[in-house]
């Protein structure tokens, strides 16, 4: 297939992407604080962050219709909702300083995401409660993306996968597991 590479205006940079539910390309600005939409067209449009110097890294579509995205600086630490209306909401991850890498929508209605600093994985409602999970093992929590039909996890170690695994059966999520011992 074709492929095109469109440039990021202004000196930007780009960290997480996903298809939006409008149709256009969305991207993070880590480094600048936005969330970028561009069309086929080629048309940028920027949204500031409203905390500043959050960090926004991953970005995912919900199926709510809005797009929710990590907010990985310590300034940040947040789960950041942005509506196709442009209006944001930030919800407080509960455990300090968790650095929130990965997010993805599960096949539960629920988003769920990583924290790397924290060894944890949270699920986010719709409505923005946040629950974490320890990973016994204590070993830093992988990515996480959506495989259907349910979540991919990529685990460092047997341990890990192992208490993935339960928490995932314990939640009643679909998954699929990657990485040592799998």
Not at 29 to 57: C, E, M, R
Not at 60 to 80: C, P, Q, R, Y
Not at 86 to 103: K, L, Y
Not at 131 to 141: C, R
């Amino acid at each position: 297939g074709a492929f095109e590479e469109f440039g990021v205006p202004n000196g930007g940079d780009s960290a997480g992407i996903c298809k939006g539910p409008d149709g256009n390309v969305w991207f993070t600005q880590q480094q600048h604080n936005k969330l970028s939409q561009v069309s086929p067209a080629k048309a940028f449009k920027d949204f500031n962050v409203p905390t500043a110097n959050s960090g926004p890294l991953a970005i995912t579509t919900g199926k709510d219709g809005n797009l929710w995205f990590t907010e990985s600086a310590v300034t940040g630490n947040k789960i950041g909702k942005l509506t196709p209306a442009g209006m944001f909401t930030e919800f407080p991850i509960p455990t300090a300083a968790s650095n929130p890498t990965g997010i993805v929508q599960g096949p539960d209605d629920n988003l769920w995401f990583t924290e790397h600093d924290a060894r944890k994985i949270g699920k986010n409602t719709p409505q923005g409660e946040i629950t974490e999970f320890s990973i016994p093992s204590g070993n830093i929590a992988g990515r996480i993306a959506e495989h259907r039909p349910g979540l991919v996890v990529l685990p460092s170690d047997v341990a890990e996968v192992a208490a993935v695994v339960r928490l995932c059966r314990a939640e009643g999520v679909p998954f699929v597991t990657f990485g040592a011992g799998s």
